[in-house]
């Protein structure tokens, strides 16, 4: 093995086009491909790790120098005493998860457009089929349409959007296309274009009441741990709706929880949770007025080229000592 060469660990699949691709542009690195896709000893003298390390082993980062993760948070990486100890550079895979957006969307029309409640009548058809074969519509749909409430509209409604990252811009961008006022809420709360007005965290208690629709779109980290608590659900109208596709830590599920049961919010998009997976008997698959994804907001089928690319990007900054993109700040863990 070339020991002369820094260390590349690859433990994300790439195509053999994009690899060879990779080695003729970087000849200064060795480039290793995991066999397990994942860190082993034998990879502790890695430079580079793209993909989930292995915290054990880069106990002090003495060998690596920079991890590429690639999801839009890492905050596994990022919370543990080898990252906030240590001195290498850990990155994101932040601004490929516009996904996570139209999932956010999606999650949001199934509530007020009531698809969710719908589709809970599929399945139930008193003239059933072969097992295994797909099962229509119970025609009862047509009488509970009759008996429903009409569907909502988004049109001159106000949504709250917790984080302006990427995806939450781009969640601010679609609402705005659909006629909602937004209101968006980050850390220092600095002005973005998608949003009509910005606040600091510190701001959030006093804009909550404005609020019909709630979006949260928050890392994991110990200043979003709970950030969502009882005190702040009670501040919602009781029309608000509650999305969440960032991390489960940011939201008192106990608490969310009783205040769907107890109607003192009116329903909840979530796609994730804490723990996950959520708990088969959890009383959230039983509520009428929740709509659940098992944490895939940010799926997509070219996920793998998408991080790859990023990653390449990043090597460019690395190999001429620019600045990393999406790098990771210690002491925020985000």
């Given at each position: 093995?070339?020991?002369?060469?820094?260390?590349?660990?690859?433990?994300?699949?790439?195509?053999?086009a994009e690899l060879d691709k990779a080695r003729r542009e970087f000849p200064q690195f060795l480039w290793v491909p995991s066999e397990k896709g994942r860190m082993e000893p034998q990879h502790a003298d890695a430079a580079i790790v793209y993909g989930p390390p292995r915290l054990d082993l880069i106990e002090g980062a003495t060998a690596v120098k920079w991890v590429q993760s690639t999801s839009a948070g890492a905050e596994k990486i990022a919370r543990s005493p080898q990252f906030q100890k240590g001195s290498f550079a850990l990155t994101t895979a932040a601004g490929m998860h516009d996904s996570?957006?139209?999932?956010?969307?999606?999650?949001?029309?199934?509530?007020?457009?009531?698809?969710?409640?719908?589709?809970?009548?599929?399945?139930?058809?008193?003239?059933?089929?072969?097992?295994?074969?797909?099962?229509?519509?119970?025609?009862?749909?047509?009488?509970?349409?009759?008996?429903?409430?009409?569907?909502?509209?988004?049109?001159?409604?106000?949504?709250?959007?917790?984080?302006?990252?990427?995806?939450?811009?781009?969640?601010?961008?679609?609402?705005?296309?659909?006629?909602?006022?937004?209101?968006?809420?980050?850390?220092?709360?600095?002005?973005?274009?998608?949003?009509?007005?910005?606040?600091?965290?510190?701001?959030?208690?006093?804009?909550?009441?404005?609020?019909?629709?709630?979006?949260?779109?928050?890392?994991?980290?110990?200043?979003?741990?709970?950030?969502?608590?009882?005190?702040?659900?009670?501040?919602?109208?009781?029309?608000?709706?509650?999305?969440?596709?960032?991390?489960?830590?940011?939201?008192?599920?106990?608490?969310?929880?009783?205040?769907?049961?107890?109607?003192?919010?009116?329903?909840?998009?979530?796609?994730?949770?804490?723990?996950?997976?959520?708990?088969?008997?959890?009383?959230?698959?039983?509520?009428?007025?929740?709509?659940?994804?098992?944490?895939?907001?940010?799926?997509?089928?070219?996920?793998?080229?998408?991080?790859?690319?990023?990653?390449?990007?990043?090597?460019?900054?690395?190999?001429?000592?620019?600045?990393?993109?999406?790098?990771?700040?210690?002491?925020?863990?985000?």
């Open positions: 093995m070339d020991s002369a060469r820094p260390k590349i660990l690859m433990c994300l699949p790439v195509t053999a996570c957006a139209e999932h956010a969307l999606a999650l949001l029309l199934a509530l007020t457009r009531q698809v969710a409640w719908y589709a809970r009548f599929s399945g139930e058809d008193r003239h059933a089929g072969k097992p295994g074969e797909p099962k229509p519509y119970d025609h009862g749909i047509w009488a509970a349409r009759k008996n429903n409430p009409a569907p909502r509209v988004l049109s001159g409604s106000t949504l709250g959007v917790l984080g302006l990252g990427a995806i939450g811009r781009r969640v601010a961008a679609a609402a705005r296309a659909l006629g909602m006022r937004v209101i968006g809420v980050s850390y220092y709360g600095r002005p973005v274009a998608e949003a009509d007005e910005t606040y600091p965290i510190a701001e959030l208690d006093a804009q909550l009441p404005r609020f019909d629709v709630l979006v949260l779109v928050l890392p994991s980290s110990p200043e979003t741990d709970g950030l969502l608590d009882a005190a702040r659900i009670a501040k919602l109208p009781k029309h608000a709706l509650v999305v969440n596709v960032g991390r489960g830590n940011a939201v008192d599920q106990l608490a969310l929880l009783r205040a769907l049961t107890e109607g003192r919010i009116a329903g909840a998009g979530l796609d994730v949770f804490e723990p996950e997976p959520l708990p088969a008997d959890s009383p959230f698959y039983t509520l009428p007025n929740v709509v659940i994804t098992p944490h895939v907001g940010g799926n997509r089928p070219d996920y793998n080229e998408r991080a790859f690319e990023i990653f390449v990007d990043n090597l460019r900054r690395y190999v001429k000592g620019d600045p990393l993109r999406h790098e990771v700040e210690r002491g925020r863990a985000y």
